[in-house]
């Protein structure tokens, strides 16, 4: 079965500091991978995600996330990071399989950005 | 274009009472599911449904029950409830689930308290 693993259920930055979340995958095939992020009382929002080609994928608000097959990571990051980020980021990933589509999320990483 | 939206946002309910989670999207998608969001366990998939009149199991369905009869509604019912289903539930959709790099588009949950 697929699992997907966040190491870090809380990361702190300092504001204009390098944002570095981990996401590892465990998949006998590579999955299509995505990340979420879930601001406070709201619903998930897509940030970005990888299906295939290019293995560098950017997303919104100045995320970015690299696909590394031979480490079967899907690290997320972004170069400065700004107060507005502070929220909580899922990591997911999607196998086709015959029972449709389903994503199977990290437990959750919360971003913690101060002053 | 709203979305996915959820009702109630908010509900408290007693041991043993019932209640039904509704789910609306105007998106036209064929795939909804349900999962609910407890603390360091990300989200679990409890029921989706691959088209009108169809639902499945996901990862924790025991205790409820879903429907799916129109295509922009999914409904997810409590017969029985229990303290270890309080939690927050969300509803997504997506457009085409066997294609793999489709989106799934969450609503703003609904937090439940079962005392």
């Known amino acids: 079965a697929q699992s997907v693993t966040q190491l870090g259920s809380h990361v702190s930055v300092s504001e204009g500091a390098l944002v570095l979340l981990r996401c590892n995958y465990s998949?006998?095939?590579?999955?299509?991978l995505f990340w979420y992020v879930q601001y406070p009382n709201q619903g998930l929002q897509l940030l970005l995600k990888?299906?295939?080609?290019?293995?560098l994928v950017k997303g919104i608000n100045g995320f970015e996330a690299e696909f590394k097959k031979s480490e079967t990571s899907f690290h997320l990051t972004k170069p400065s990071a700004h107060m507005s980020d502070a929220a909580e980021y899922f990591c997911?990933?999607?196998?086709?399989?015959?029972?449709?589509?389903?994503?199977?999320f990290g437990t959750g990483t919360q971003l913690k950005v101060e002053l | 274009n709203a979305g996915v939206t959820q009702t109630p946002k908010f509900r408290v309910l007693k041991t043993g009472q019932s209640m039904t989670l509704l789910c609306a999207q105007d998106?036209?998608?064929?795939?909804m599911y349900w999962y609910r969001q407890d603390p360091g366990m990300g989200l679990r998939l409890i029921h989706y449904?691959?088209?009108?009149?169809?639902?499945a199991k996901g990862e924790v369905p025991d205790g409820y029950n879903v429907s799916r009869l129109k295509k922009q509604n999914f409904l997810l019912g409590l017969e029985s409830a229990a303290p270890s289903q309080t939690s927050v539930y969300f509803c997504?959709?997506?457009?085409?689930?066997?294609?793999?790099?489709?989106?799934?588009?969450f609503g703003p949950g609904t937090r439940l308290t079962v005392l």
């Open positions: 997504a959709s997506s457009q085409m689930g066997l294609a793999g790099s489709d989106t799934q588009y």
């Open positions: 449904s691959v088209g009108e009149g169809t639902t």
């Open positions: 997911a990933a999607k196998i086709l399989t015959g029972g449709g589509n389903k994503l199977t």
């Open positions: 990888y299906t295939t080609g290019a293995t």
């Open positions: 998949s006998s095939v590579p999955p299509y």
């Open positions: 998106m036209n998608h064929e795939y």
